[in-house]
């Protein structure tokens, strides 16, 4: 009996990292800037916890005076309506990332739109946008109402 080829691509195996390799210095805006373009380059493969984890890292790595998206999202007037507290609502907004970094339950669903926003998050703390978060920005906007 004759096997059928699979037309499936072979995944690449990893071959290490040819060594030595140079260091990189970064500031803390740029190493965000690097975080969030990988994050959006995740998005567009489909691996939406690896988005979201580097999208909640780069946030996480950046103080910002000011309004950015999490803190409309953390003081929207409507919150109150929904919640109670307002730390159950800051806890809704950072489930998937929580999950990612510390664990919890057994399984986890991430969607899209959540990846998205982590990355919308992370972007808007940023002073300078890269083409590649300019494009994102865009697709976002036009997709807000298709999640």
């Keep these: 009996m004759q096997r059928k080829k699979s037309r499936r691509k072979p995944e690449r195996r990893y071959r290490g990292l040819r060594l030595p390799a140079d260091p990189i210095k970064l500031t803390l805006a740029e190493g965000a800037t690097r975080q969030v373009d990988a994050a959006i380059d995740a998005l567009e493969r489909g691996t939406f916890d690896v988005a979201l984890t580097l999208a909640g890292a780069a946030?996480?790595?950046?103080?910002?005076?000011?309004?950015?998206?999490?803190?409309?999202?953390?003081?929207?007037?409507?919150?109150?309506?929904?919640?109670?507290?307002k730390k159950d609502w800051?806890?809704?907004?950072?489930?998937?990332?929580?999950?990612?970094?510390?664990?919890?339950?057994?399984?986890?669903?991430?969607?899209?739109?959540?990846?998205?926003?982590?990355?919308?998050?992370?972007?808007?703390?940023?002073?300078?946008?890269?083409?590649?978060?300019?494009?994102?920005?865009?697709w976002f906007l036009a997709n807000l109402d298709n999640f």
């Design 59 to 85: 946030e996480g790595m950046l103080k910002r005076d000011g309004h950015h998206l999490f803190v409309g999202l953390r003081d929207d007037p409507h919150v109150k309506e929904r919640f109670d507290d």
């Design 90 to 138: 800051i806890t809704l907004l950072n489930r998937e990332r929580d999950w990612l970094k510390h664990g919890g339950d057994d399984e986890m669903q991430i969607e899209c739109f959540d990846a998205a926003l982590m990355i919308a998050r992370a972007a808007s703390k940023l002073e300078l946008w890269t083409p590649k978060m300019e494009d994102f920005k865009t």
